[in-house]
C-alpha cells in the first residue's frame, strides 16, 4: 500500500527538473489539457470551461498545502468525472 507522499518525490522531481516551479508546472498542466481537448475536436470555448475546475483544483492544493491530500482526493474525483463525460461527448 503506498501513501501521498509517495507521489510528492514525482511533483517535487517534476517541479525541479522540468519547469522550476510549482506555477510553472500547473499552467503546463492546464495548458496541455486544454491541447488535448483541442485536438479532440471540442471548441476552444468548451476546452477552456471545463479546464477551469482543474485550476481551482490547483489553487485549493495551493492554498491547503498542509492538508494536501484533501486537495489530491478532490482532483482524482475530477478526473474520473471529466474522463467519464469526455468520453460521453466524444461520440
Known sequence: MTNWIDFNIVFDNLIKYFT???TGLAAFIVMLFVVVLLMRGFDFRYASLMSLPIIGGFLINGWWSNYSW???AILI?????YATSIIKLAK
Open 20 to 22: 522550476g516551479n510549482s
Open 70 to 72: 484533501i486537495a489530491n
Open 77 to 81: 474525483i475530477a478526473a474520473v468525472f
